[in-house]
């Protein structure tokens, strides 16, 4: 069974540009997760899915970063403009909230680099 | 506001030793608690979850433990071994929602 897919795995991009990162969750997950992890913390959540609809973004910068889930499947993230303390890494996550252990799937991250 | 805190922040053991990771968290009513391993450069792969109703959970040579009345979960890793070389990160899951709260993680190195 593949797992969560992400891409890029590596962007390096200039402040001010926008940037757009993807993913693909285990088929049949109808929860996804964006996640923001800084060098050296745990992972925070940005936001969360419910099929199409996001569930919670209260922590998502709205003004510089937006998600949306078309279809209730793939995920897009994305910033514009992209600041410095923009770059960490950023991780989506599903899982299937109807199985009742709440086991998240990690992807392997996209690393944004912002100069 | 659930705080949740690991130590040690990096741990170096010789290969063969048997090692305690803690992490513990400030509200009680949690939901549940997984511990994750993360290699570098790598996402996080779920090692165990256990439900708030539990005490503890064990795979292969792993075990992890939970007291939600003193807000304290433990990993420990049997004949630790070099392939064991991770972060370790604990979260806790909020009650009532999908919410889960990391820790900042244990750096681990088991020494060949």
């Known amino acids: 069974e593949a797992g969560v897919v992400q891409s890029p795995r590596y962007k390096i991009i200039e402040k001010k540009q926008p940037v757009a990162f993807w993913c693909n969750p285990i088929?049949?997950?109808?929860?996804l997760y964006w996640y923001l992890q800084n060098l050296g913390q745990g992972p925070e959540l940005l936001i969360r899915?419910?099929?199409?609809?996001?569930?919670?973004d209260s922590q998502l910068p709205k003004d510089r970063f937006s998600a949306e889930r078309l279809k209730g499947v793939d995920s897009t993230l994305k910033i514009q403009p992209a600041e410095l303390g923009d770059s960490a890494v950023y991780l989506c996550?599903?899982?299937?909230?109807?199985?009742?252990?709440?086991?998240?799937?990690f992807g392997p991250g996209t690393r944004l680099t912002v100069l | 506001k659930q705080e949740v805190t690991q130590i040690p922040a990096a741990l170096s053991v010789p290969e063969g030793e048997n090692l305690v990771l803690n992490c513990s968290f400030t509200?009680?009513?949690?939901?549940?608690l997984q511990w994750f391993r993360q290699d570098p450069g790598k996402g996080l792969t779920s090692l165990l979850l256990i439900q708030s109703s539990q005490r503890e959970q064990t795979s292969g040579r792993l075990n992890a433990s939970l007291d939600k009345s003193s807000g304290r979960s433990t990993l420990y890793i049997a004949a630790s071994q070099p392939g064991d070389s991770a972060t370790y990160l604990c979260?806790?899951?909020?009650?009532?929602?999908?919410?889960?709260?990391f820790g900042t993680g244990t750096r681990l190195k088991v020494l060949a």
């Open positions: 088929s049949g997950h109808n929860t």
């Open positions: 979260a806790v899951g909020g009650s009532g929602t999908y919410k889960y709260i």
């Open positions: 509200d009680s009513a949690i939901y549940n």
């Open positions: 899915y419910e099929n199409e609809e996001a569930v919670d």
């Open positions: 996550a599903s899982s299937f909230s109807g199985s009742g252990t709440d086991t998240q799937y």
